[in-house]
């Protein structure tokens, strides 16, 4: 079994305990619920995250069970994610032995999309399901169906494993009242056939049937909509440091880390080119002085640049749960503008980043100057050592940048980056926790 395959069956193993001890969790303080969607391997192996209704009076009532239930099970919640108005999608996850295992529920008490409401949970029949000891609610055959196809069809998220789960079990739509005799007769048309694509080509019609039958709460749609503006999901972490104290390496680290995992997308963003790591082009720097005029011109045009880079790439990101990794954020204008060519205007440039958005956090990878050169030899010695002194001056005391020794191996690097990112999102998860009502 080769490292990889052996995570991955850890990976199952976790998930597969931790559902076990929170089906008895919610058997125990005796609440409606049910497992919903493709329970084909269902729980040997949970490859994302779990869909559940759940009979929760509101949200309030929702945070605390999880809260409860993280408590008895020492996991940190380290996201949550309102994506309807009465849905809730937590992330939990433990440390095991310098590895991140995580758990993902998906909550809901009535499935909405879009802010329509379509299937109300609490009048359907669950039936009793077991595994080792331990009992469970899921829902019959036919209404799990039903869900799955439109949540599949909704969300245009079909590929080969849930289209044969639909073709295997499209039985059930011949006794479900949702769909008129036309639409049934279409629909099993296009199931049976062979072909995903031929099926994909018809999702647009079949999602304009399903959101024809129209109920939709648009106070509450309105209320999560400037909650999600407020209380971001997404995480902005920027990484700081003189060339070749290591900033690329452990970008890819964080970037193929179980951290990924805690959000929807990761994006990595190079600072000089505000453009992603894929697209980067290669930047000399240290360019030759402005002069006073152009200095000012550059510093203005600078800072719009990168305030239009932030509302427009970053800001949006964070609302739709992203993880952005900065190769270098505008701190490093401020610490090193000759390299912008900048000599002049210092204090006023100071003065204008100021005032910019930060990073939820920042990382200053600190290496000394014969580790570097080891590493990169784009600079001097004595230029080196310049940068050092004034990375380690500016950003000294600074209380949302963290400093971490870069002259270790790139695995203790690894995980002391990880140990402070954990701290962050468990703080800023707690945060959230705090403003659901």
């Not at 310098?98 to 029949?125: A, E, G, H, P, R």
């Not at 000399?284 to 200095?295: D, E, H, N, R």
């Not at 000394?368 to 590493?375: A, F």
């Amino acid at each position: 079994m080769t490292k990889l395959n052996k995570y991955q069956n850890n990976v199952f193993d976790f998930r597969k305990k931790e559902i076990y001890f929170f089906f008895k969790y919610l058997n125990k303080i005796k609440i409606d619920y049910a497992i919903l969607g493709n329970l084909t391997n269902f729980p040997n192996k949970i490859k994302s995250d779990i869909d559940l209704f759940l009979d929760f009076k509101n949200s309030s009532e929702l945070k605390n069970l999880i809260k409860n239930f993280a408590k008895k099970r020492n996991l940190k919640i380290v996201n949550i994610l309102q994506h309807e108005y009465n849905s809730f999608y937590f992330v939990l996850t433990k440390k095991i032995n310098n590895d991140l295992f995580n758990i993902t529920l998906d909550f809901c008490n009535y499935y909405v999309y879009n802010s329509i409401n379509l299937i109300n949970f609490s009048y359907l029949k669950k039936i009793k399901a077991k595994s080792k000891n331990v009992f469970y609610f899921r829902l019959n055959n036919r209404d799990n169906f039903y869900y799955y196809f439109i949540k599949k069809i909704l969300k245009g998220d079909i590929n080969n494993e849930s289209f044969k789960y639909l073709k295997k079990n499209k039985r059930f739509i011949i006794h479900n009242n949702f769909f008129n005799h036309n639409e049934k007769k279409f629909i099993l048309n296009i199931l049976k056939s062979k072909n995903l694509f031929l099926f994909l080509n018809q999702t647009k019609y079949l999602r304009k049937i399903i959101s024809s039958n129209k109920n939709i709460s648009f106070l509450n749609e309105i209320k999560r909509f400037f909650f999600r503006i407020k209380y971001q999901t997404g995480f902005h972490i920027a990484f700081l440091g003189v060339d070749g104290s290591g900033k690329s390496l452990q970008i890819d680290k964080l970037k193929n880390s179980n951290f990924r995992f805690f959000f929807r997308n990761v994006i990595i963003y190079h600072l000089f080119t505000l453009q992603t790591k894929q697209n980067k082009k290669k930047v000399i720097p240290y360019l030759k002085s402005y002069g006073y005029f152009f200095s000012f011109l550059k510093i203005l045009f600078l800072f719009f640049k990168f305030l239009r880079f932030y509302f427009l790439k970053v800001f949006f990101l964070k609302v739709k749960s992203t993880l952005i990794i900065s190769d270098r954020s505008h701190i490093d204008v401020i610490i090193d503008p000759h390299r912008y060519g900048i000599f002049f205007h210092i204090s006023f440039l100071k003065l204008l980043f100021k005032i910019f958005p930060k990073p939820d956090l920042s990382i200053y990878l600190d290496a000394k100057s014969d580790t570097i050169l080891k590493r990169s030899n784009e600079l001097s010695k004595n230029l080196v050592k310049k940068n050092l002194i004034k990375y380690q001056k500016n950003l000294k005391n600074k209380k949302d940048i963290f400093f971490i020794n870069s002259n270790k191996s790139s695995r203790k690097i690894k995980n002391d980056i990880s140990q402070i990112l954990l701290r962050y999102l468990t703080n800023k998860s707690n945060l959230i926790l705090k403003k659901i009502k």
